[in-house]
């Protein structure tokens, strides 16, 4: 092989490599739809469910390929009030869930456990500020309000969103479900707005405990509070 032909084979290789990755790549937006009228969140199999646009998130923090048995798909709906979300998670394996669980309040450290989440900025200027919620197959719930910046992470533990949750655990999946309402967030979208944010699912026991992303944070070790890594939540209307 002469030096030229294996610099095109070199540049073929890489060429193939980069685009093997792209296409591992989840998609960096992800719509979502309105609706004309708010329903309860308690009903997960509210035909309504179905105008939503729905994503498979699949891989690990790391961008590793999650196990089918681990992986969930997310809905998400907007209306003239609230944010809705819906997660169905494929379950193959033990809960990991709080025995007595406390639908009252919010549950601290509720990451350790069994739990979908959304973080979501609703400022695209500033998304080292945003909005964390979390969701267990027992319907605890847990809202916080966070802000990065180079020397720290932020939380408000006070943060009261009045968010609503729901959950049911069947054969082998599990659906959870939240409402946010916007005064929560401090703004509501109009149609065309981009928001920023991430969805991820804690899932199973150590030493194989699952951490899913749907746009992979890369650190060494994992870690959900990435902004750089936000993809973009883009509201449409019909």
Request: with cysteine; glycine share 6%; net charge neutral.
């Amino acid at each position: 092989m002469t030096s030229r032909q294996f610099i095109a084979f070199a540049a073929l290789l890489i060429s193939t490599f980069v685009h093997a990755q792209a296409q591992k790549m989840p998609n960096a937006s992800v719509q979502v739809n309105h609706i004309g009228s708010d329903f309860s969140v308690s009903e997960l199999d509210n035909a309504v469910w179905k105008k939503a646009s729905e994503v498979e998130v699949a891989t690990y923090w790391s961008g590793e390929t999650a196990p089918a048995g681990r992986r969930f798909r997310v809905r998400l709906l907007w209306s003239e009030s609230a944010l809705y979300a819906r997660f169905e998670a494929a379950q193959s394996e033990p809960l990991v869930v709080s025995e007595k669980p406390d639908l009252r309040r919010k549950t601290m450290n509720l990451w350790d456990r069994d739990v979908c989440e959304i973080f979501i900025a609703p400022d695209k200027a500033a998304p080292n500020k945003y909005y964390e919620f979390e969701v267990a197959p027992t319907g605890e719930w847990i809202d916080i309000g966070v802000e990065v910046t180079p020397e720290k992470r932020t939380s408000d533990w006070d943060y009261a969103s009045g968010m609503k949750s729901a959950a049911s655990i069947r054969k082998d999946r599990v659906v959870t479900a939240m409402k946010v309402e916007w005064k929560a967030l401090g703004k509501k979208p109009a149609a065309g707005d981009v928001w920023l944010g991430n969805l991820f699912r804690c899932v199973g026991n150590d030493p194989d405990r699952g951490y899913l992303a749907w746009r992979p944070t890369g650190t060494s070790s994992p870690a959900f509070h990435v902004p750089e890594a936000f993809g973009e939540f883009v509201f449409r209307r019909p």
